[in-house]
T-cell receptor
Framework: QKEVEQNSGPLSVPEGAIASLNCTYS??????FFWYRQYSGKSPELIMS????GDKEDGRFTAQLNKASQYVSLLIRDSQPSDSATYLC????????FGAGTRLTVKP | DAEITQSPRHKITETGRQVTLACHQT?????MFWYRQDLGHGLRLIHY???????NKGEVSDGYSVSRSNTEDLPLTLESAASSQTSVYFC????????????FGPGTRLTVT
């Protein structure tokens, strides 16, 4: 069974802080990793993709991948109330598996 | 602009009825996917297609079917709707190959009474 695990949260951070979201996966042959943001009642929106070990930065977002530890994370710097959403980790190999998501609340 | 659309956005049906949910994309993507999303389970893959005439079962395919007659459309059919199929259904598409970024439609909320 291919598993993608995330803490369900809720994770609460003050405005301006760094939010750290974590994800672990079980399928060692996974090759592609994604973070999606989903606002309540809306569809998932892709915010980051990462394919190789290390860090990838895009604006306030940084994705980190460690294939040896089967771990991928998302850091959100200078968190804003508009970042309040559920963040889904997705892992791709032959198909795509999603974690259940971590709910993030950024308090003004 | 390219997009992916789903219809209907909301549907209420009775147990035992056949229901078809439509998905249409103008990205010209080869790959298309159907997911359901339920509280506590996240997104679960129902069926997927890597091209015209290609269909594959996903993690939770029982009671569902798909067919792919062109690049743009992948309709999802519930042969005999059950209350356990009450869910939010999302269609997604991606470029050819495996492991590419998927882009999601707005979703269909289906209630089976």
């Amino acid at each position: 069974q291919k598993e993608v695990e995330q803490n369900s949260g809720p994770l609460s951070v003050p405005e301006g802080a760094i939010a750290s979201l974590n994800c672990t996966y079980s399928d060692r042959v996974s090759q592609s990793f994604f973070w999606y943001r989903q606002y309540s009642g809306k569809s998932p929106e892709l915010i980051m993709s990462i394919y190789s070990n290390g860090d990838k930065e895009d604006g306030r977002f940084t994705a980190q991948l460690n294939k040896a530890s089967q771990y991928v994370s998302l850091l959100i710097r200078d968190s804003q109330p508009s970042d309040s959403a559920t963040y889904l980790c997705a892992v791709g190999s032959n198909d795509m598996r999603f974690g259940a998501g971590t709910r993030l609340t950024v308090k003004p | 602009d390219a997009e992916i659309t789903q219809s209907p956005r909301h549907k209420i049906t009775e147990t035992g009825r056949q229901v078809t949910l439509a998905c249409h994309q103008t990205w010209n993507h080869n790959n298309m996917f159907w997911y359901r999303q339920d509280l506590g389970h996240g997104l679960r893959l129902i069926h997927y297609s890597y091209g015209v005439q290609d269909t594959n079962k996903g993690e939770v395919s029982d009671g569902y079917s798909v067919s792919r007659s062109n690049t743009e459309d992948l309709p999802l059919t519930l042969e005999s709707a059950a209350s356990s199929q009450t869910s939010v259904y999302f269609c997604a598409s991606s470029e050819a190959g495996q492991g590419y970024e998927q882009y999601f439609g707005p979703g269909t909320r289906l209630t089976v009474t």
